[in-house]
């Protein structure tokens, strides 16, 4: 038995130690791995660990994994949801198919009880501590994490904020460099409002202050932090708002910055009380809730126009509508969470391509809890990014 096993293995190994040999065509194969499969390979051979730990290798693993994106959905912040829920994560196909959840444990060793999600890049999320006020101004810890791998990186402690920060992630394309923007009001003389803004660059790992700050973006508490600004194309854009009607905020401007920290403002194609912005079809997206329909427009970098891509119908009647939690896209699908009157939440997709809607559930547990959802995909990235 032994002599048959040892003649059988023979040929197994010649024909592996030819594909070996063949560098373009070994990597080629394991490039597309998942991350999982790749963190188990790794172990195999010195040879093997080498090759996959390249800082090439991650980075043209990135390349193939963006075109397989999923949704990445996480359950907000809530007093009475259980610990293990928040710990949790899914991820879901584009088409609305239910693909797998796992923990992040990394939440349970920092003593998070509830992470509040900020961004979603590259890969990797970006995250914060609990927002408990700290001798009357907000300190907050921010963390970046690669749910794949489970690594985590804790930045540098910034300055206090009197009122609840505002941040945005900023990411590049091309090099794994991402920047942390946070807008912050005076701990000291809170009347003045949020009059700064600090930046994180990972190229440095420290903050620095940005001054002369005349606008900042927009904060509508019914929305999660997700909502808040979207990056496309190496430019970060939030909402901002100059009218107030009995404290809520409307989105009246936006407010774009690039990666040299130049801050630029950009005039909205319509009014409106209730919007979104996100990355459709790799271009800027606003997505405008009027009257049981929803405009879509694409931004257009070249003239700073916009263009009306489609007026569609929701297939919900409005005054079952309470509320929208969350608006993401991925590929042809736009996935909208939303609260209805009676306070449960629904999901339901709409493809643009085919324009059909889908309805679906992500989990049948909490259907009352608010949930994040952002475009994401696994990679090997390291939290830093010099490495």
């Given at each position: 038995?032994?002599?048959?096993?040892?003649?059988?293995?023979r040929?197994?190994?010649?024909?592996?130690?030819?594909?070996?040999?063949?560098?373009?065509?070994?990597?080629?194969?394991?490039?597309?791995?998942?991350?999982?499969?790749?963190?188990?390979?790794?172990?195999?051979?010195?040879?093997?660990?080498?090759?996959?730990?390249?800082?090439?290798?991650?980075?043209?693993?990135?390349?193939?994994?963006?075109?397989?994106?999923k949704?990445?959905?996480?359950?907000?912040?809530?007093?009475?949801?259980?610990?293990?829920?928040?710990?949790?994560?899914?991820?879901?196909?584009?088409?609305?198919?239910?693909?797998?959840?796992?923990?992040?444990?990394?939440?349970?060793?920092?003593?998070?009880?509830?992470?509040?999600?900020?961004?979603?890049?590259?890969?990797?999320?970006?995250?914060?501590?609990?927002?408990?006020?700290?001798?009357?101004?907000?300190?907050?810890?921010?963390?970046?994490?690669?749910?794949?791998?489970?690594?985590?990186?804790?930045?540098?402690?910034?300055?206090?904020?009197?009122?609840?920060?505002?941040?945005?992630?900023?990411?590049?394309?091309?090099?794994?460099?991402?920047?942390?923007?946070?807008?912050?009001?005076?701990?000291?003389?809170?009347?003045?409002?949020?009059?700064?803004?600090?930046?994180?660059?990972?190229?440095?790992?420290?903050?620095?202050?940005?001054?002369?700050?005349?606008?900042?973006?927009?904060?509508?508490?019914t929305?999660?932090?997700?909502?808040?600004?979207?990056?496309?194309n190496?430019?970060?854009?939030?909402?901002?708002?100059?009218?107030?009607?009995?404290?809520?905020?409307?989105p009246?401007?936006?407010?774009?910055?690039?990666?040299?920290d130049?801050?630029?403002?950009?005039?909205?194609?319509?009014?409106?009380?209730?919007?979104?912005?996100?990355?459709?079809?790799?271009?800027?997206?606003?997505?405008?809730?009027?009257?049981?329909?929803?405009?879509?427009?694409?931004?257009?970098?070249?003239?700073?126009?916009?263009?009306?891509?489609?007026?569609?119908?929701?297939?919900?009647d409005?005054?079952?509508?309470?509320?929208?939690?969350?608006?993401?896209?991925?590929?042809?699908?736009?996935?909208?969470?939303?609260?209805?009157?009676?306070?449960?939440?629904?999901?339901?997709?709409?493809?643009?391509?085919?324009?059909?809607?889908?309805?679906?559930?992500?989990?049948?547990?909490?259907?009352?809890?608010?949930?994040?959802?952002?475009?994401?995909?696994?990679?090997?990235l390291?939290?830093?990014?010099?490495?």
């Amino acid at each position: 038995m032994i002599e048959l096993f040892s003649k059988l293995k023979r040929p197994f190994n010649g024909i592996w130690d030819a594909v070996e040999s063949n560098k373009v065509a070994f990597e080629s194969i394991l490039l597309r791995l998942p991350v999982k499969s790749i963190l188990i390979f790794k172990s195999i051979s010195k040879r093997w660990y080498n090759l996959m730990s390249k800082k090439s290798f991650i980075l043209s693993h990135r390349h193939f994994s963006k075109q397989n994106p999923k949704f990445f959905v996480f359950y907000a912040p809530d007093e009475d949801l259980e610990d293990n829920i928040l710990h949790e994560m899914h991820l879901m196909e584009p088409n609305g198919a239910y693909t797998e959840s796992y923990t992040i444990p990394i939440f349970k060793t920092l003593q998070l009880n509830h992470p509040i999600l900020v961004s979603s890049f590259n890969g990797l999320i970006c995250f914060m501590n609990d927002m408990t006020p700290y001798e009357s101004s907000y300190d907050m810890s921010l963390h970046i994490c690669n749910p794949a791998t489970r690594e985590v990186l804790t930045l540098p402690k910034s300055h206090l904020s009197y009122d609840i920060p505002i941040f945005g992630v900023l990411y590049s394309n091309n090099f794994h460099i991402y920047k942390i923007f946070k807008f912050i009001s005076d701990p000291v003389d809170p009347r003045k409002g949020y009059t700064q803004c600090e930046v994180y660059s990972s190229k440095t790992g420290e903050w620095k202050i940005i001054p002369r700050i005349t606008l900042r973006p927009l904060i509508n508490f019914t929305l999660s932090l997700a909502s808040n600004h979207v990056c496309v194309n190496e430019k970060l854009y939030w909402f901002v708002s100059q009218d107030f009607d009995e404290g809520f905020e409307y989105p009246t401007l936006i407010l774009m910055v690039d990666m040299d920290d130049n801050f630029h403002e950009i005039e909205l194609p319509n009014g409106s009380e209730t919007a979104f912005l996100i990355e459709f079809w790799g271009r800027l997206c606003f997505v405008d809730w009027t009257k049981s329909k929803f405009y879509i427009w694409l931004f257009n970098e070249m003239n700073e126009g916009w263009y009306l891509l489609e007026i569609v119908k929701f297939p919900v009647d409005s005054m079952k509508v309470a509320y929208f939690d969350s608006v993401a896209a991925c590929e042809d699908d736009i996935l909208f969470v939303y609260k209805d009157v009676k306070g449960l939440r629904h999901e339901i997709l709409y493809d643009v391509a085919h324009s059909t809607w889908k309805e679906f559930r992500i989990a049948e547990d909490d259907k009352d809890k608010a949930i994040v959802v952002f475009p994401f995909f696994e990679t090997l990235l390291p939290c830093k990014s010099h490495w």
